[in-house]
């Protein structure tokens, strides 16, 4: 009888165990894992005492050619395998716009009225390819598949450039009307969204949209008081923390989650430090006595953070990524990198 007893409850849980097993397994599927994504940036390095643009995807440097001798880059995506870095070529007085695609000069832009382009901004939205120009005088025109689409004269100055829905984005400033100040602006196809600052100078540096809602870094100088880090959404205006001066330079939304970048510092006049805020939180890259800001920053699938900035007086160039110097950059070199962007795999 005790026999049969026990090889009853041994058949029981060779039937019972399975299920126990098998419900564990459906509680916890696999996280989804991300592969690190191709980093390309853009910026100068110097050769025999001359800057030129550069290109370094994954760390590794390639010289771009140059029309002239001396270039600067502006801006660099990365669409369907290929490259695309936008720049000025300034060897002449007359400085004229280059796109270089996969490292070869593809195409270049004289103004029509021999004025200097200042800055050439380069985007893709689908099949579309869209071009900003910064020229003498501040005037601001931007075009599409090559066709002049908007032109925007007068004292104004701009910093940020976006496609979304076919609609363009550009973020900067303009002088108030009685010239005693400038205003945050960001045009979108060519009409103003003034953005409040309280009669205080302020610039929008970058913009970014997303489910219809328009977000925009920006910096406020208040006269006599710390410089204020500005995120406005949907022209509501929220200061992020610093205890300190702050200033923005750029933007990023990925998910729900807004980034912006820019620096920090502990009092008026201090050392700036390296810093983004996420969704308004403050977060401080660097806390050493060098000078450092983040110019442009990404995020990838994963979550990880890359900020581009400078470090020290000479302001070389530095990466960060998810708080920690990439040696690739690291505060030495006579290099300085200006944009980046993140090529998921």
Not at 89 to 115: A, F, S
Not at 278 to 303: E, F, H, P, W, Y
Request: proline letters at 3%; hydrophobic letters at 35%.
């Amino acid at each position: 009888m005790k026999n049969r007893t026990l090889i009853s409850l041994s058949l029981a849980l060779f039937f019972v165990l399975p299920l126990f097993t098998s419900c564990d397994k459906g509680d916890d599927p696999p996280a989804q894992k991300f592969e690190d994504p191709i980093v390309h940036l853009a910026g100068q390095t110097e050769i025999n005492g001359v800057y030129t643009t550069a290109h370094w995807k994954n760390g590794v440097k390639t010289i771009l050619p140059n029309p002239g001798i001396k270039s600067y880059p502006n801006s660099v995506i990365a669409k369907d395998g290929d490259v695309y870095i936008s720049g000025i070529d300034h060897t002449n007085p007359i400085r004229t716009g280059v796109l270089w695609k996969n490292g070869k000069v593809e195409k270049q832009y004289n103004d029509p009225n021999n004025l200097s382009y200042i800055d050439f901004y380069f985007t893709i939205s689908g099949n579309d390819q869209y071009t900003l120009f910064r020229q003498d005088g501040f005037k601001l025109t931007y075009y599409k598949n090559d066709q002049k689409i908007k032109e925007i004269s007068g004292t104004t100055g701009y910093k940020g450039l976006k496609v979304s829905n076919s609609d363009v984005y550009i973020a900067g400033y303009k002088l108030s009307m009685d010239f005693t100040f400038q205003e945050s602006i960001v045009w979108k196809n060519g009409n103003e969204i003034s953005l409040p600052h309280d009669n205080n100078s302020a610039m929008a540096t970058d913009v970014y949209v997303v489910n219809n809602d328009l977000y925009v870094s920006g910096d406020i100088y208040p006269f006599n008081k710390a410089n204020e880090a500005i995120l406005w959404k949907n022209q509501v205006k929220t200061i992020l923390p610093s205890k300190g001066d702050a200033r923005t330079s750029c933007i990023f939304g990925i998910g729900d989650d807004i980034y912006v970048g820019g620096y920090s510092s502990e009092s008026i006049g201090g050392t700036h430090h390296a810093t983004y805020w996420k969704n308004g939180t403050q977060v401080v890259l660097d806390n050493s006595s060098q000078r450092t800001q983040i110019l442009d920053l990404a995020v990838s699938k994963s979550g990880k953070v890359y900020a581009l900035g400078i470090y020290g007086d000479d302001e070389y160039a530095i990466l960060w990524v998810d708080g920690k110097v990439d040696e690739t950059f690291n505060g030495i070199n006579k290099e300085y990198v200006y944009s980046i962007f993140l090529e998921e795999k």
